[in-house]
């Protein structure tokens, strides 16, 4: 993996999140499951409410973590819609 470009690494990453969006899909065909996955998108884990005091400007470790929760968010909706084309 040594010399990776960032475009190798992109292609990585989007195929991972292709993969991740179609067994999350299907995972999501389990009604349990489908209830689990819709409150996953729909809830935030970022910190909320001062529950953490970031200071006035956010440091990159929460700015990271609103990054990781808005993907987390991304493919659970994208797992749903492809589920909901199946039904």
Sequence with gaps: MAGETSAHLEGRINAHRRLL????????????????LIAMARDNET????QEDP?????TAFAAQQIADDEIRRILKAAIARLETRT
């Design 55 to 59: 200071g006035v400007e956010p440091d």
């Design 47 to 50: 910190v909320i409410d001062h």
């Design 21 to 36: 969006v179609e067994l999350v899909s299907i995972l999501g065909s389990i009604p349990e499951a489908r209830d689990a």
